[in-house]
């Protein structure tokens, strides 16, 4: 398990798919990093809905706020990514990324 200086908690499962995520990239040039994006649905048809993309982002121009270092990877999350985990975790089971 993980506390991030903005407050989210990553729990070990998690962790574990973004170092094998980081190892399957390993043969790149580097200039990619992990991306983890949250969205929640604040009004509408999908009010209360929430969706996860863990995916990869060119490491070129990136805040230093927004960057991660959890165990030697590199993860990036943009500030409302961040705001919307706030004091939340972020496993991985069974190959899906969740939040609670």
């Known amino acids: 398990m993980q506390r ?3 407050g989210v908690i990553l729990l ?3 962790i574990d798919h973004l170092a094998e995520l980081a190892v ?6 580097g ?3 992990s991306s983890l994006e949250y969205i929640r649905c604040v009004e509408g048809e999908q ?3 929430e969706w996860t ?10 805040s230093s706020e927004c960057v991660f270092d959890v ?10 990514t961040q705001r919307g985990l706030r004091d939340k975790w972020v496993d991985c089971r069974e190959g899906a990324v ?3």
């Open 4 to 6: 991030l200086r903005c």
């Open 31 to 33: 200039t990619l990093v």
């Open 47 to 49: 009010a209360g809905e």
């Open 24 to 29: 399957s990239r390993a043969g790149g040039d």
């Open 12 to 14: 070990d499962g998690f």
């Open 53 to 62: 993309n863990l995916g990869s982002i060119n490491r070129t121009n990136l």
């Open 98 to 100: 969740v939040v609670g």
């Open 71 to 80: 165990d030697g990877v590199t993860l990036y999350m943009s500030r409302q």
